[in-house]
């Protein structure tokens, strides 16, 4: 599996984050310097959100006049917290990512999604016996997604890493995110990073849904006005209808669940990884999910 060293075609954007990583002495080095101001701060970044609620944002935004847009970052990133806490109580675990209360497993999704080739994608059976990394991001994330990426191509291409596992890409920007775009950011990682698309937005919030990821959320820019607003906010207008309103191009950033959802080959997912979630942490739980076998009864991941 080709590892950050040696992508190929690297774009302007993963040329930042490399030369981040070499400037800090490599991906975990990086990973661990978010993950001391994180802790000094004492938040926990699990969304990639609004720089003032994550210092480690996904989405660079500028200056915004909307300020509902705001507050729904905001509400968003707040739960995370919430719920990060929540899944990380419990003593004793044997994972050092975010373990998942048995009260509360999931299995992978019983999804079909569309890859980079333009075919359907069963998240289920076409990953049996693996491990899967289910990882929501989008092309025109400016910095955590590629950063996140880097450092599971990083962590997969050590020596010893387990062989059977599968890291699931899905964009949450369907709109823009072409299987030809998915495809060449990914590449920029890894070329065997399977590019997901959902069919839908609907098809987008069922997925979230059975992950039990939060859902995400476009943060327009855009002049506020009470159109805008209602397209921010959830209403029936979209890029296409305020497009033919004469503002051009609509452009926006994502909110979106920053995690990475760990399934064992069982089918089951036992563990989660926001960022900063350090190397080491991988390097210890990943071993463990691909030695659960696909026979394995949910509670052997416990």
């Given at each position: 599996?080709?590892?950050?060293?040696?992508?190929?075609?690297?774009?302007?954007?993963?040329?930042?984050?490399?030369?981040?990583?070499?400037?800090?002495?490599?991906?975990?080095?990086?990973?661990?310097?978010?993950?001391?101001?994180?802790?000094?701060?004492?938040?926990?970044?699990?969304?990639?959100?609004?720089?003032?609620?994550?210092?480690?944002?996904?989405?660079?935004?500028?200056?915004?006049?909307?300020?509902?847009?705001?507050?729904?970052a905001a509400v968003l990133a707040a739960a995370?917290?919430?719920?990060?806490?929540?899944?990380?109580?419990?003593?004793?675990?044997?994972?050092?990512?975010?373990?998942?209360?048995?009260?509360?497993?999931?299995?992978?999704?019983?999804?079909?999604?569309?890859?980079?080739?333009?075919?359907?994608?069963?998240?289920?059976?076409?990953?049996?016996?693996?491990?899967?990394?289910?990882?929501?991001?989008?092309?025109?994330?400016?910095?955590?997604?590629?950063?996140?990426?880097?450092?599971?191509?990083?962590?997969?291409?050590?020596?010893?890493?387990?062989?059977?596992?599968?890291?699931?890409?899905?964009?949450?920007?369907?709109?823009?995110?072409?299987?030809?775009?998915?495809?060449?950011?990914?590449?920029?990682?890894?070329?065997?990073?399977?590019?997901?698309?959902?069919?839908?937005?609907?098809?987008?919030?069922?997925?979230?849904?059975?992950?039990?990821?939060?859902?995400?959320?476009?943060?327009?820019?855009?002049?506020?006005?009470?159109?805008?607003?209602m397209a921010s906010e959830g209403g029936d207008?979209?890029?296409?209808?305020?497009?033919?309103?004469?503002?051009?191009?609509?452009?926006?950033?994502?909110?979106?669940?920053?995690?990475?959802?760990?399934?064992?080959?069982?089918?089951?997912?036992?563990?989660?990884?926001?960022?900063?979630?350090?190397?080491?942490?991988?390097?210890?739980?990943?071993?463990?999910?691909?030695?659960?076998?696909?026979?394995?009864?949910?509670?052997?991941?416990?």
């Amino acid at each position: 599996m080709p590892g950050p060293s040696s992508a190929p075609k690297m774009g302007p954007q993963a040329a930042q984050i490399y030369s981040a990583v070499a400037r800090f002495g490599g991906v975990a080095q990086l990973v661990e310097r978010f993950g001391r101001i994180e802790e000094a701060r004492g938040s926990i970044p699990l969304t990639s959100t609004l720089r003032r609620l994550c210092v480690a944002t996904a989405c660079s935004l500028k200056p915004r006049r909307r300020r509902r847009s705001r507050t729904a970052a905001a509400v968003l990133a707040a739960a995370l917290v919430v719920a990060a806490c929540g899944s990380n109580s419990e003593a004793e675990s044997r994972y050092e990512g975010l373990a998942v209360p048995a009260s509360e497993l999931r299995q992978v999704p019983d999804m079909v999604l569309t890859d980079t080739d333009g075919n359907d994608f069963h998240l289920a059976s076409d990953t049996q016996g693996q491990v899967r990394l289910v990882y929501q991001m989008f092309t025109n994330c400016p910095d955590i997604c590629g950063v996140q990426l880097a450092q599971l191509a990083s962590v997969l291409n050590r020596p010893g890493a387990p062989a059977n596992v599968a890291v699931l890409a899905v964009t949450v920007d369907p709109d823009r995110d072409t299987p030809e775009a998915l495809r060449a950011y990914l590449n920029q990682f890894s070329e065997e990073f399977v590019g997901l698309i959902p069919d839908s937005e609907q098809q987008l919030t069922d997925l979230q849904n059975a992950l039990g990821a939060l859902a995400s959320i476009k943060v327009f820019e855009t002049t506020t006005t009470d159109a805008h607003q209602m397209a921010s906010e959830g209403g029936d207008m979209d890029d296409t209808d305020m497009s033919a309103m004469g503002h051009g191009d609509v452009n926006y950033d994502i909110a979106h669940d920053a995690r990475v959802f760990g399934y064992a080959p069982n089918g089951y997912g036992y563990a989660q990884y926001p960022h900063p979630t350090r190397q080491t942490q991988f390097d210890h739980d990943l071993p463990i999910l691909a030695g659960i076998t696909p026979e394995a009864p949910a509670e052997a991941g416990l």
